[in-house]
């Protein structure tokens, strides 16, 4: 088995078992046969198996205090985690989108076709700074047609909406168009052009980008539970990434920081890349969520998420870290308040 685990190959279900009794994991909680059973009815093994970047190994790659169980119960936790961050992305998108459109609409000195070459100038200006030769890629593309390609597609839910509207695209349409990546870039651009009242837009400026991360994740079934105890990730002095940001935006911080937190143990939890998301898109909820209602139904949802990770918190009781992560996010929960 050690040449096929050399080589990466496929595992028999057996082989899985074995490999992971081999790295240290026990099978306490949940025996092997039921481990086994696990792994072919209802997950499979790398989204099962990602959990356990959680958890430290000692110098010789073996992995102390991990149970099977810990991995099923996180696999858990996380499926309602990426529900949940779906229905508060979708709340968000939403919401983000109604705001431009009546800002735009507010503004006298809009008619809703120059900002749409107000954007293109701005990506097509910023596109020609990071090029070598300072010049345009041969296939650029208009932002307009780029937004309105995907529903050019007779099948596409918006085709007669394209119809009846490429001719004469405003930016109204466009919006409605916009995925969230595309979101996130023209929500920068009204801002950075301090557009009519984007002031109002401020935080989304901020912090929608790393929302979008956590919300991708989710929306691709992908683990978000992962590395969530590794620290030091912003700054570039963790173990798995690199990148130029030192730390958690200010305004973020803030928000976490006024909910009774040690402060220290904040900023530290804040340098990772899914403590940080998360509480982006928490903050997000908060700021530009305005219905009672929806925050009434939103609050429950996080309130019954949170529970269910305190369902089996005796297990954990191995990994600090986990205490830390927990009581971070019930001061967030506690502040989300229903206006």
């Known amino acids: ?32 046969e039921e481990a086994k059973r696990y792994l072919m009815e209802n997950s499979y093994y790398y989204k099962v198996t990602a959990y356990r970047l959680n958890f430290l190994k000692d110098n ?9 169980a810990h991995l ?35 503004d006298p000195g809009q008619d809703g076709y120059q900002i749409i070459e107000a954007y293109n100038d701005h990506i097509a200006n910023n596109l020609k700074k990071r090029s070598e ?45 916009m995925s969230f990546g595309q979101l996130v870039s023209f929500v920068k651009f009204y801002v950075d052009k301090s557009l009519h009242k984007s002031k109002k837009l401020k935080k989304a400026a901020l912090l929608l980008g790393y929302a979008k991360n956590v919300r991708d994740s989710a929306a691709h079934s992908r683990p978000i539970l992962l590395n969530v105890t590794e620290i030091n990730q912003l700054n570039g002095q963790g173990s798995s990434h690199k990148t130029k940001q030192p730390q958690a935006e200010p305004e973020l911080k803030t928000f976490v920081k006024q909910n009774g937190l040690n402060k220290k143990v904040a900023s530290r939890l804040l340098t990772n890349f899914k403590i940080n998301d998360l509480c982006s898109l928490i903050l997000l909820h908060d700021v530009y969520i305005q219905s009672p209602y929806m925050r009434k139904a939103r609050k429950k949802e996080i309130i019954k998420l949170y529970r269910r990770a305190l369902y089996k918190k005796n297990i954990y009781k191995n990994v600090k870290e986990f205490d830390e992560i927990i009581e971070l996010f019930f001061g967030v929960i506690k502040k989300y308040k229903i206006k």
């Open 1 to 32: 088995m050690q040449q096929k685990i050399k080589e990466k190959e496929k595992l028999t279900a057996d082989e899985q078992i074995e490999y992971l009794i081999a790295k240290g994991i026990k099978f306490t909680s949940m025996k092997e």
């Open 72 to 106: 099923t119960d996180l696999a858990t936790i996380d499926m309602h985690l990426r529900y949940l961050v779906i229905k508060l992305s979708l709340d968000i998108e939403h919401a983000l989108k109604s705001l431009l459109v009546n800002l735009i609409t507010d």
């Open 60 to 68: 010789d790659g073996f992995y102390h205090n991990l149970d099977f």
């Open 133 to 177: 030769n300072g010049m345009l890629p041969q296939d650029y593309v208009h932002v307009k047609d780029k937004i309105i390609k995907v529903v050019r597609n007779v099948r596409d839910y918006n085709y007669d909406f394209y119809l009846k509207t490429k001719d004469k695209t405003s930016i109204w349409k466009l919006i409605e168009m």
